[in-house]
């Protein structure tokens, strides 16, 4: 069974740090260019990075460049979001995706 499962999201203060991780499984991971989606409250979704499928080359959303890392471990079929200087517009839900499948998502909220 194909299945992508965020992890890692929390309440945390402007400022802060902190680290998404999207476990694969079911499927050959490495094969697939990934990204990170987000939908705040009352907001639709939002792309916010993706990354190629040799971890070399990742894009961002305006909203998140220079704060937002993403990586991946095709060793360990693992995509990872590394998110810095938070603001309270970053509260969201937090999807990880490849062609054809999302993960639950994962909430991360921002407030002091």
């Known amino acids: 069974q194909e299945q992508l499962v965020e992890s890692g999201g929390g309440l945390v203060r402007p400022g802060d740090s902190l680290t998404l991780s999207c476990a694969a499984s079911g499927f050959d991971f490495s094969w697939y260019t990934m990204t990170w989606l987000r939908q705040g409250p009352g907001k639709g979704l939002e792309w916010v990075s993706t990354i190629n499928t040799d971890n070399d080359t990742a894009t961002y959303a305006h909203s998140v460049k220079g704060r937002f890392t993403t990586s991946r471990d095709n060793a360990k079929n693992m995509l990872y979001l590394q998110m810095d200087r938070l603001k309270p517009d970053d509260t969201a839900t937090y999807y990880c995706?490849?062609?054809?499948?999302r993960g639950q998502g994962t909430q991360v909220t921002v407030s002091s």
């Open positions: 995706e490849r062609e054809g499948l």
